[in-house]
C-alpha cells in the first residue's frame, strides 16, 4: 500500500466526519441516460468543493449548469453500477470498436420525452437498456462487455487515489468503489461495495456473474480479503424500502442445516455492517401498520416515497412482492431496518448469530455527480435540476466518528459500526449504554473520557451484567448543524431513544422515549415565508435507564435526534412561484409541507448470557 503521512489532527475521542458513500457518474447506464455526463474525478472536485458541470444538455451535448456545494464533504465514493459499466464505455468512446452501432446510437440519442410521465420514463429507460445490452455490443459470449469493465474501473480507482489527500492536512479521503445492482423482478436489494484503500479486485462482481448476494459476499471474501495482500472490503446494503419483502428475509440459500445457515450470518454480519437509512429514494427506518409489528410511531411517516400515490403499495405480510422499483410491488417488516433490526434478535436466538446486526448510515444516491448536496434549499431548483415529481428528496449523508480523516480511521469506524446517518444536515449524535454510568453525566466536561471508560459507543454489544439487577443506562447527546453564514441550520427539538424487541408470538414491539426536548416545543412553522423562530436548542443531552428492562430478553436500542419543523424543499420550490404558474402537486396533500430532519445513531444491542 501507498505511503501517507500521520494526520496532524488525531483526536483519540473521535471527530465527526461527514461523508457521501452512493453516488453515480456518466458511468451508470442510467446516469447517463438521464444527461449525465460527470466523471469520476468531476465528482470528486464536486466533493471537494469545485464547481461542476451537471445536466442539460446544450445542443452539443454540453452540461450547462453549474454547481457548487457550500461546505466540502470530508470523504465520499463513486459507486458507479457494476452491471453495464463495460458496456456504457463501448458505447460512449468514440474508439470503440461498436461505437458506431445501430444499438449504441440507440443508446447515445437524446430523444425528448415527457419527464413528468413515469411509465414513460420506464420505457424510456427500458429500451435504452436493452440497446446497450445487445449482442452487437457485447458479443455473443459478453467477452467484449467484460473486457471493456477494465477502462471505466481504471479511471474510477485513479480518480479516487488522485483526490484522496495523504498529507498530514488529511482534508479529504476517497474511497474506491462501485453499486451492486440485483433487481429481480424489478425489486432492490441493492449494495454499495466500498474497499478500505487501494488495494482492490481487478473488476467488480456484478449481479450479472453473481445474482445471489450472499455468495456475493462469499466472492468478495475470498478474492479480496483472502485473495489479494492488503486487500479489505465491505458491502452497504440499500433501499429495502423497495425491495418488496426481499431484502431482511432470514434465509440462506445453499445452506444446508443450521450450521452451514451459521457460517451465512456470520458472513452477512462480517461484510454488512452498516446499512444505508436513507437516501433520495426515501427513508427506511419504519412504517406504521405492517403485519407483525405492534405499536405506532409518530415520526415513522417521514419521506415514504412510495406513500405519496394515490395507490400506496399494500402490505405484503410476508410475502415476496415485484415491481417496487417502478412504483408496484408491495411493503413489508422485511423492508425497513428497525424491524431487521429486532429480526436479527430472534434470529440470534435461533442460531446464536445476529445476521442483522448493522449500524446506521445514509447517502444520497444522486446521478449526476453531486456528492453530498443536501440542502432543502438548493433541492429541485427548476432553474436546473429537474425531477420528475416531488416524491423524491435531497437524500442524506453518513457520519462516523473517527480518530482521523484518513482511509484506515474510517473504514475500521464503519466496521465498528460507530457510524450514524442523516437525513441531509450535519447533526452530531453521541450514544453509549452502560450499566454505572456516572451521576451527572451531562454536565460533566469530560463526559466522553468517562462514557467511554464506563460504557460502549453506538454500534457495539453490551456485554450482560454479571450483578444481578441493574438495569441499563444511556447517554444520548447531539450538537445541532450550525449550517453557514447564508444558510444557518435549524434547532434541535428533542433526542429519543428506539427500543425494539420480540414479543408474545413473534410480534415486533418498539418504544419511543423522548429523553430530552420536547415536541411541545413546536415551534408553528409559517409555511409561507419558511422562517423559523428562534425556538430550539444547539445541543441536547439525556440519560435515560431502561426500567422494563428484563435480562432474559434480547434487545436493541438506537437514538434519534430530531430537528424543529422546517419547510420542505418542494414546498421552498412551490412558494417561489407564482401562484398561477405553480403546478397541481404544490397543492396535493400527497406531498408533506414541512419536515423534521434528523440523524440517527448505530444502535446498541443487549443479549443475555448463554444457559
Known amino acids: ?233 465491505l458491502a ?55 403485519a407483525g409489528v405492534a405499536g405506532v410511531d409518530e415520526l415513522c411517516d417521514f419521506e415514504k416515497t412510495r406513500a405519496m400515490s394515490n395507490r400506496p403499495p399494500p402490505d405484503c405480510e410476508g410475502e415476496i412482492g415485484a415491481g417496487g422499483l417502478v412504483g408496484g410491488g408491495c411493503v413489508d417488516r422485511n423492508d425497513f431496518v428497525r424491524y431487521a433490526l429486532i429480526a436479527g434478535l430472534e434470529e440470534e436466538k435461533r442460531l446464536g448469530v445476529n445476521p442483522f446486526r448493522f449500524g446506521l448510515a445514509a447517502s444520497t444516491d444522486e446521478h449526476d455527480g453531486t456528492m453530498g448536496y443536501v440542502e432543502e434549499w438548493n433541492y429541485g431548483d427548476p432553474a436546473g435540476r429537474d425531477y420528475d415529481g416531488l416524491q423524491n428528496n435531497p437524500g442524506g449523508l453518513i457520519g462516523v466518528w473517527a480518530e482521523e480523516n484518513a482511509r484506515d480511521s474510517i473504514f475500521d469506524a464503519i466496521q465498528r459500526r460507530e457510524v450514524f446517518g442523516t437525513s441531509g444536515p450535519r447533526i452530531q449524535p453521541r450514544f453509549f449504554a452502560g450499566w454505572d454510568l456516572p451521576e451527572g453525566i451531562c454536565e460533566d466536561p469530560e463526559r466522553l473520557d468517562k462514557a467511554y471508560a464506563n460504557g460502549v459507543p453506538m454500534g457495539s454489544v453490551l456485554e450482560a451484567e454479571v450483578d444481578a439487577g441493574k438495569n441499563p443506562q444511556f447517554m444520548v447527546a447531539a450538537a445541532r448543524d450550525l449550517g453557514t453564514e447564508e444558510h444557518p441550520g435549524n434547532k434541535l427539538q428533542r433526542l429519543q431513544i428506539i427500543k425494539g424487541w420480540v414479543g408474545e408470538g413473534g ?34 443531552c439525556g440519560t435515560w435507564t431502561d426500567a422494563d428492562f428484563d435480562p432474559a430478553q434480547r434487545a436493541v436500542y438506537y437514538s434519534r435526534a430530531v430537528e424543529m419543523p422546517s419547510c420542505r424543499w418542494s414546498t421552498l420550490r412551490c412558494n417561489a412561484m407564482p401562484e398561477e404558474q405553480r403546478p397541481a402537486a404544490c397543492n396535493s396533500s400527497l406531498y408533506p409541507k414541512s419536515i423534521q430532519e434528523r440523524a440517527w445513531t448505530s444502535p446498541v444491542w443487549y443479549s443475555p448470557p448463554e444457559g
Open 1 to 233: 500500500m501507498l505511503p501517507r503521512t500521520p494526520c496532524a489532527d488525531h483526536q483519540p475521542l473521535k471527530q465527526a466526519l461527514f461523508g457521501d458513500l452512493h453516488v453515480h457518474t456518466t458511468y451508470s447506464m442510467d446516469a447517463y441516460v438521464f444527461g449525465s455526463r460527470t466523471t469520476p474525478d468531476d465528482a470528486y472536485r464536486f466533493a471537494r468543493g469545485d464547481a461542476i458541470s451537471i445536466a442539460p444538455l446544450d445542443d452539443k451535448g454540453q452540461q450547462t449548469q453549474t454547481v457548487q456545494m457550500e461546505r466540502p464533504l470530508d470523504f465520499a465514493a463513486v459507486t458507479d453500477h457494476a452491471e453495464n459499466l463495460g458496456s456504457v464505455s463501448l458505447c460512449v468512446n468514440v474508439d470503440s470498436p461498436v461505437y458506431n452501432s445501430e444499438s449504441c446510437q440507440v443508446y447515445r440519442s437524446t430523444t425528448n420525452y415527457d419527464k413528468s410521465n413515469f411509465m414513460e420514463t420506464v420505457k424510456m429507460i427500458k429500451r435504452r437498456t436493452a440497446a446497450v445490452t445487445n449482442d452487437d455490443v457485447c458479443g455473443e459470449d459478453g467477452r467484449r462487455c467484460r473486457d471493456a469493465t477494465y477502462l471505466p474501473w481504471q479511471e474510477t480507482r485513479d480518480a479516487a487515489e488522485k483526490h484522496y489527500d495523504r498529507s498530514a492536512d488529511c482534508q479529504f479521503t476517497s474511497f474506491v468503489a462501485y453499486e451492486y445492482s440485483l433487481t429481480p423482478e424489478l425489486s432492490k436489494v441493492h449494495r454499495n461495495v466500498i474497499f478500505r484503500n487501494e488495494k482492490v479486485l481487478p473488476r467488480p462482481i456484478d449481479s450479472v456473474a453473481e445474482p445471489e448476494p450472499l455468495a456475493m459476499l462469499l466472492r468478495l471474501r475470498d478474492e479480496c480479503i483472502d485473495g489479494i495482500p492488503g486487500c479489505d472490503v
Open 236 to 290: 452497504i446494503p440499500h433501499n429495502p424500502n423497495l425491495s418488496d419483502g426481499r431484502m431482511f428475509r432470514t434465509e440462506y440459500p445453499g445452506a444446508v442445516g443450521d450450521g452451514s445457515a451459521r457460517r451465512m450470518a456470520r458472513l452477512r454480519a462480517t461484510m454488512e455492517p452498516v446499512v444505508e437509512m436513507m437516501q433520495i429514494k426515501g427513508d427506511s427506518e419504519c412504517r406504521n401498520g405492517l
Open 507 to 540: 410480534v415486533y414491539q418498539q418504544k419511543v422515549v423522548d429523553v430530552v426536548g420536547s415536541a411541545a416545543s413546536d415551534n408553528d412553522l409559517d409555511l409561507q415565508s419558511c422562517q423559523a423562530n428562534d425556538s430550539g436548542h444547539d445541543a441536547l
